[in-house]
């Protein structure tokens, strides 16, 4: 099972991006589907989430600007991210519980990230 981010980029503040993650390999079920991000000197934390039947939640600093959404047909999930602001810079990794085909049993996989940068 591979994760893959894609669409992070410099972006100036109150700008938008759109992350995208697409999962790949032998999948048998893909369960919940998440955004994190590591700041530079900074633990990782939780961005957005969204459950396999679509039900998303937020940590509150992002509720309103960061919108989670997902494509069960090309196993994609994405994170629409407005008003951005300097401190939003980090790599942002998605994260995906999926059961594979090869291995039974629900583990978490994990993306390499996609750098987003908020300076002007």
């Known amino acids: 099972v591979r994760l893959e981010e894609s669409g992070g980029d410099l972006v100036q503040p109150g700008g938008s991006l759109r992350l995208s993650c697409e999962v790949s390999?032998?999948?048998?079920?893909?369960?919940?589907m998440a955004w994190y991000r590591r700041a530079p000197g900074k633990q990782r934390e939780l961005v957005a989430g969204?459950?396999?039947?679509?039900?998303?939640i937020y940590v509150d600093s992002m509720k309103g600007r960061f919108t989670i959404s997902s494509d069960n047909n090309k196993n994609t999930v994405y994170l629409q991210m407005t008003t951005l602001k300097p401190e939003g810079t980090a790599v942002y990794l998605c994260?995906?519980?999926?059961?594979?085909?090869?291995?039974?049993?629900?583990?978490?996989?994990w993306g390499q990230g996609t750098q987003v940068t908020v300076s002007s």
């Open positions: 969204i459950s396999d039947r679509g039900w998303p």
């Open positions: 390999g032998s999948i048998r079920t893909i369960y919940d």
């Open positions: 994260s995906a519980d999926v059961e594979a085909w090869s291995m039974p049993g629900r583990r978490t996989y």
